[in-house]
């Protein structure tokens, strides 16, 4: 097993910045690919964006691409999602996930999220 522990969430303005933590324990990280996903009220889940286990390939859903970035530290055991000028429309519960395979891979365990608010 795999646990996954987000954390960085908040109330945040239209226009401002988050950084999310996706903090994994119980695996060896590095051997996962790892995605982010959102679920907003009333939503199905959606993908965000996804970072392959050699940090090199990067993956975005067309609505955050250009003002998110996703990264992760294997040392740290890691991943995080950067977001700017952030909109309403991405107010939702962020959550991350560790995947396996090839993209768009198969995620084998999720973590329970943190909320993000963006106030017009």
């Known amino acids: 097993q795999m646990q996954l522990v987000e954390s960085g969430g908040g109330l945040v303005q239209a226009g401002g910045s988050l950084r999310l933590s996706c903090a994994a324990s119980?695996?060896?990280?590095?051997?996962?690919?790892m995605g982010w996903f959102r679920q907003a009220p009333g939503k199905e889940r959606e993908f965000v964006a996804a970072i392959n286990w050699d940090t090199i390939s990067t993956y975005y859903a067309d609505s955050v691409r250009g003002r998110s970035t996703i990264s992760r530290d294997n040392a740290k055991n890691t991943v995080y999602l950067r977001m700017d000028n952030l909109k309403p429309e991405d107010t939702a519960v962020y959550s991350c996930?560790?995947?396996?395979?090839?993209?768009?891979?198969?995620?084998?365990?999720w973590g329970q999220g943190t909320q993000v608010t963006v106030s017009s």
């Open positions: 996930a560790a995947g396996d395979g090839y993209y768009p891979y198969k995620y084998r365990y």
């Open positions: 119980g695996r060896t990280f590095s051997g996962y690919a």
